[in-house]
């Protein structure tokens, strides 16, 4: 965790956020709290799971806006972050928080594309894991953005795949 506090520190928190470091204290006495709620809130913010009524479109959505927030400088310092405090109670817990809280929404954005013959049934966590795992490798190995055609390339093979395995 030293590595965590030497690299997050208050002042430069409350620098960014405009405010006394003193307000920033009295908020999150402790670092892995901070942080983890900086990383919840990103979280919810980087990629919002949409209903257009189209599966694939919001699909595609999903996995232009969790590439283009991973790319961000915020994304990127969350990476690192992560990296450095694997064992951190309060990361571990924000980070179980969150993958909960999107598997369930995806999995209700699911449901309804099966109720309406656009999908087979499907586990949310088997689909996310299918769809973020090139996303990570783009983002991690390469210098290019993410295109959409390259996002709707993605999904068309997941779901080809599931709707494959279902026959």
């Not at 996995?63 to 400088?73: D, F, K, Y």
């Not at 309406?116 to 490798?137: I, K, M, N, R, T």
Request: net charge positive; glycine share 6%; hydrophobic share 45%.
């Amino acid at each position: 965790m030293s590595n965590l506090r030497q690299r997050c520190r208050y002042e430069q928190v409350a620098d960014l956020a405009g405010v006394h470091r003193t307000s920033v204290y009295r908020n999150w006495p402790d670092r892995d709290e901070l942080v983890s709620e900086a990383m919840l809130q990103f979280g919810q913010d980087a990629a919002p799971i949409q209903d257009t009524g189209d599966i694939r479109r919001d699909l595609v959505s999903i996995v232009v806006a969790q590439a283009a927030s991973l790319g961000t400088p915020t994304g990127r310092a969350l990476r690192k972050m992560l990296q450095q405090a694997p064992d951190s109670p309060a990361i571990q817990r924000v980070q179980a928080a969150y993958a909960n809280e999107r598997r369930a929404a995806l999995q209700q954005r699911l449901d309804r594309a099966v109720g309406q013959g656009q999908l087979p049934a499907v586990d949310a966590e088997f689909l996310a894991l299918l769809l973020s795992g090139p996303v990570h490798f783009h983002v991690l190995w390469t210098d290019r953005p993410l295109t959409r055609a390259y996002a709707e390339r993605i999904v068309d093979v997941v779901l080809t795949g599931i709707r494959a395995a279902a026959r």
